[in-house]
Nanobody, 117 residues
Framework: QVRLEESGGGVVHAGGSLRLSCTAS????????MSWYRQRPGQKRELVAG????????EYGDAVKGRFTIDRDDAQNTVYLEMKALKSDDTAVYYC??????????WGQGTQVTVSE
């Protein structure tokens, strides 16, 4: 059974930091591109950061460049999102996403991040 389990969300003051984790099971983690998406209130889901290939090709959404860092540990089947200098606009549900470069896509259930002023 495929699972993507996010953790690390919560409430933080503006300017603070959080680290999200997503632990995968049920598929060959190393063969998948791993990404984080978010959905802000009233908006569409958007890409936050993606590790597209095992050699480390990375893409960041414009809104988070320079503040967020994505990383993965294939030995732990885990992808991380380090978030710094958080703003109220970063308030969203953050989702873990796995893609096998083909037809298979998996989503986690999401973790809420709330940034208060």
């Amino acid at each position: 059974q495929v699972r993507l389990e996010e953790s690390g969300g919560g409430v933080v003051h503006a300017g603070g930091s959080l680290r999200l984790s997503c632990t995968a099971s049920g598929f060959v983690f190393s063969g998948y591109a791993m990404s984080w998406y978010r959905q802000r209130p009233g908006q569409k889901r958007e890409l936050v950061a993606g590790l597209r290939r095992a050699d480390g090709e990375i893409e960041y959404g414009d809104a988070v460049k320079g503040r967020f860092t994505i990383d993965r540990d294939d030995a732990q089947n885990t992808v991380y999102l380090e978030m710094k200098a958080l703003k109220s606009d970063d308030t969203a549900v953050y989702y873990c996403h796995a893609w096998n470069y083909g037809p298979l896509i998996y989503w986690g259930q999401g973790t809420q991040v709330t940034v208060s002023e």
